[in-house]
């Protein structure tokens, strides 16, 4: 595809990319968050509809925007991340899950079908996989695997593209060498594969050659055995926003005395987290997509469940496994979750209410102050400078930054010893953005306890004061002083995984 | 960050004061209900423009309102509660048999069968919230579990003889001319519009009905909020199963399942009135009685009974689509201002 541009009101989301995918190559596509990638692939799946560009498959010219859902006759064919599997179906209703979706033919032959689907599994190298068999029965590796044939038989085997979009996140080690194995044999019928990650690792591991973007652009394009790790890290960060100042003042104040402490955290995502939390500091918590960094905040919180892990707080145990949000907010924590909608406050109640859900209590329960609420509201609609001042509009009626303001409002409200923060500034514009800054930093010089995970490396390294970088669940790396800015960040991000993957191969060999 | 209580509202942008907006859309069933009542009169003047046909229009279907009112307190946390219909119907048979066949004294009677409803109204809670099922399959079986029940404890006759106490003050005491019953429910309005506006725990219900998750993350107990909105709509729909053993002096095992459709009829129409979008006691008080006086000016104007269905299915319906309608327009001026 060539030339494909594709702007959101102003913002240049891509600015005339071009890509090349040869017959049976492996291609991988590198980028950092915001760099355009998934929206390339959305103008790929026909979800967007660029503004410009054309593209070719095949030698044939394939005219944009494609249709939703012709992707497929076109020989175009996706994995996603979640693998778009049914879980409460067979296997081999999965793989025929199209064809059954689509309602041709009244009837189904499956002992055709099932006979069509071991041939094709054996084909495939996946003889083990039983088509009755329920999904919830086969391994997450054998999932993965399952949806790429799915996908390379929906366009016929030998030609078309199959595009990988981060296949590999939910994968243990051992999936992921198999997963590889599947693609370079699919690639060797002469399937093009384009195969898109944040783990170079995995790229440089698995493709022939390399396209980087950066800020909805090509930066540049390798063959695989001519680049190596680090010239691609330069590629994918760059070096002009070297200068990125930090925004709050670092004095070493912060330093002295642990607000909170946590030992042993583990979960579904998580080993043996472990880490201390300063009065007055905020803690950056960062790491590759699917790498558990975002399950921190939530287990600290009680709002996802772990196995184990302790909390002390102000001297106090507590119990991780089994802790709940209330309790939580009762011990001065609050968390400011990153999904607004769903998690962080309700968009058909006024501002007002939202402002006082977790205080409400507190203005005589039995008989509610609305005087003193309102005015209480006034006042914070002021101090965090919320547009409009209006306590009964909506939540839902306001903007991004000022919906984000009003959940910081909302939580310190609280008045928490500890905040946690979830990608505090997702969906929020650059002004909005530095006031939230400087909300945070001026609530730390208050003495407030701050942690935020965040996959913003340009953010963490504006306001934190230390920055932990985790990788399969566990904390690899501590960035403080100097080490803060964003490319380093980015470049610890990036290495984050052979790191893991190196010290526990240490720890076998003890 | 102290909480304190200066009234000094920041900036401006304020405008009008809250009540004064949407004055249309929150009146509208008002109008149509006063609309309904002078076109009614001015049809039967000697028989709907009496005083006697407006006590009895107060005072007949007081039950439904009682049992309405009960019913939007699950709504409001996002459950419903289908066996409520039931769980009224067994209230009034428990009445009638402890008293008939068994010779208790009216008051253990009343104890005995709100008692029991109110721990059906908490079991359908604790299935719910506990094991996680969905409120709807959960009341389904249990209302018919609780026919069932009536069918056997009463051998599906019809029992006879409730204590004259217990009709002399549901129908026979009057105020106003309007049997006590219809008192009754305009206290429990009361009471439930005080706790549903001023107090922090009906602010909590409305949380939890409108998002869960950020009500949990709030520090909101929502198990807790949801299997008490559901025992309290047990022991209304209780409460209002007295009352219609009172009004009818008698206790049938079928009679008061009727009162289902009527009773979500009044709720969802109640929604989209007072408070528009939400459930709420006076929308639900308004909804009751325009549903009972259209019926009543119908039937008077000679149609027949079937009419009750026909009004009460398509006010739900109506009721229904318009809050959707309401909904998806304060969407799009939502996504207007936001833009």
Redesign the interface.
């Known amino acids: 595809m060539s030339g494909i541009r594709k702007s959101f009101g102003g913002v240049h989301a891509l600015r005339g990319v071009d890509l090349t995918v040869q017959p049976g190559e492996v291609h991988g596509l590198l980028g950092e968050n915001g760099s355009g990638k998934s929206t390339l692939i959305k103008v790929l799946n026909g979800f967007h509809q660029p503004d410009e560009g054309s593209m070719e498959l095949d030698g044939r010219p394939v005219e944009l925007p494609l249709a939703p859902g012709r992707f497929q006759e076109l020989g175009l064919s996706f994995v996603h991340q979640d693998l778009g599997l049914i879980r409460e179906l067979t296997v081999l209703e999965n793989l025929r899950i199209v064809e059954l979706g689509s309602g041709k033919g009244l009837s189904v032959n499956w002992r055709r079908e099932r006979a069509r689907a071991r041939e094709l599994f054996a084909e495939y190298g996946l003889e083990h996989l039983e088509p009755d068999a329920a999904l919830t029965s086969i391994s997450e590796t054998d999932a993965a695997l399952l949806a790429i044939v799915r996908a390379v038989d929906a366009i016929g085997g030998g030609r078309g593209l199959l595009v990988l979009d981060e296949p590999t996140v939910f994968l243990p080690r051992e999936g992921v060498s198999r997963l590889f194995e599947m693609v370079r044999g699919v690639a060797a019928r002469g399937v093009s594969v384009l195969f898109v990650s944040h783990d170079i690792d995995e790229v440089l591991e698995v493709t022939d050659a390399v396209t980087v973007l950066r800020d909805g652009d090509v930066f540049g394009v390798a063959r695989t055995a001519e680049t190596d790790k680090d010239s691609l890290i330069e590629m994918i960060i760059g070096r002009q926003l070297a200068a990125a100042v930090p925004l709050r003042e670092r004095d070493g104040r912060a330093a002295e005395t642990v607000r909170a402490r946590v030992s042993d955290l583990s979960g579904p995502r998580l080993r043996g987290i472990e880490f201390e939390l300063r009065h007055g500091e905020i803690l950056g918590v960062t790491g590759l997509m699917g790498s558990g960094f975002e399950d921190v905040p939530y287990s600290l ?1 009680g ?1 996802k469940p772990v196995r184990s892990g302790g909390l002390e707080l102000d001297g106090r145990r507590i119990d991780l496994a089994g802790f709940a ?2 309790e ?3 011990s001065g924590i609050a ?1 400011v ?1 990153s999904d607004r909608q ?8 006024t501002v007002l ?1 939202n402002l ?8 005589r ?8 609420m ?3 509201a ?2 914070l ?2 101090e965090f400078d919320v547009r ?5 509009a ?1 939540f ?4 991004g930054g000022n919906q984000q303001k009003v959940a910081l409002a ?1 939580w ?4 928490p010893g500890v905040l946690l923060l979830h990608e505090p500034t997702q969906g929020v514009d650059v002004g909005a953005r530095e006031q939230i800054f400087d909300l945070l930093g001026r609530a730390a010089a208050d003495g407030l306890a701050v942690m935020c995970a965040s996959s913003d490396s340009e953010q963490l390294a504006q306001i934190c004061d230390r920055v932990l970088i985790v990788a399969r669940g566990e904390i690899v790396r501590e960035l403080s002083g100097a080490d803060l800015t964003k490319e380093e960040i980015s470049k610890q991000v990036l290495q984050s995984v052979t790191l893991s993957e190196m010290e526990r191969f240490q720890e076998e060999l003890v | ?1 102290s ?13 009008r004061p ?1 009540w004064t907006k949407n004055l249309g859309q929150r009146f509208a069933l008002v109008f149509v209900w006063a609309i309904l009542v002078i076109g009614f009169s001015l049809a039967k003047p000697e028989t709907y423009f009496t005083t006697g046909n407006f006590q009895t229009i107060f005072g007949s279907q007081a039950v439904l309102l009682i049992l309405a009112m009960g019913l939007i307190i699950p709504l409001t946390t996002g459950d419903f509660d289908l066996s409520v219909a039931a769980n009224l119907t067994f209230a009034a048979m428990l009445v009638a048999i402890f008293q008939v066949d068994h010779g208790w004294a009216l008051l253990p009677t009343i104890l005995l069968a709100v008692a029991a409803t109110t721990l059906i109204g908490l079991a359908n809670g604790l299935i719910v919230v506990k094991i996680g099922i969905d409120s709807f399959i959960v009341t389904l079986g249990s209302g018919t579990i609780l026919q069932g029940l009536v069918l056997w404890i009463s051998d599906a006759r019809t029992i006879t003889g409730v204590s004259d106490a217990l009709i002399d003050w549901t129908v026979t005491n009057r105020i106003f001319g309007i049997s006590m019953v219809f008192w009754y429910g305009l206290v429990l309005t009361l009471v439930l519009w005080y706790v549903f506006s ?4 009906g ?2 219900l ?2 939890v009905g ?2 869960r ?9 929502v198990d807790r909020v949801r299997i008490a909105a559901l025992t309290c709509s047990g022991l209304v729909a209780g409460l209002a199963g007295v009352a219609y053993a009172g009004m009818l002096g008698t206790a049938d095992p079928t009679s008061g399942l009727s009162f289902l459709l009527p009773a979500f009829a009044a709720a969802y129409l109640g929604a989209t009135t007072i408070q528009p ?1 939400r459930f709420n006691p006076w929308g639900t008080f308004i909804a009751v009685f325009f549903l009972v006086s259209g019926i009543t000016g119908l039937q008077l104007l000679g149609a027949d009974s079937f009419v009750q269905q026909l009004f009460y299915g398509g006010a739900l319906i109506i009721a229904v689509v318009m809050s959707e309608l309401v909904r998806r327009r ?1 969407e799009r ?2 996504m207007a ?2 833009a």
């Not at chain 1, 839902?396 to 903007?399: D, V």
């Not at chain 2, 909480?3 to 405008?15: C, D, H, L, P, W």
């Not at chain 2, 998750?213 to 107990?221: C, E, F, P, T």
């Open positions: 919180f709002a949000p209330g939580a907010l009762r968390l979750p769903r998690d962080g406050a309700l968009l058909e109640v209410d006082m859900m977790q205080v409400i209590g507190s203005y329960p039995w008989r509610l102050d609305g005087r003193a309102a005015a209480r006034g006042e609609l002021e409009p001042r209006d306590p009964d909506l839902g009626s306001l903007s909302k310190l409200e609280a008045e | 960050m909480r304190t209580k200066q009234i000094a509202v920041g900036g401006g942008g304020v405008g809250a001023r107090t922090a725990l602010k909590r409305l949380f409108r998002g998750n950020v009500a949990l993350l709030s520090g909101i107990n979008g304060n001026r939502r201002s936001a």
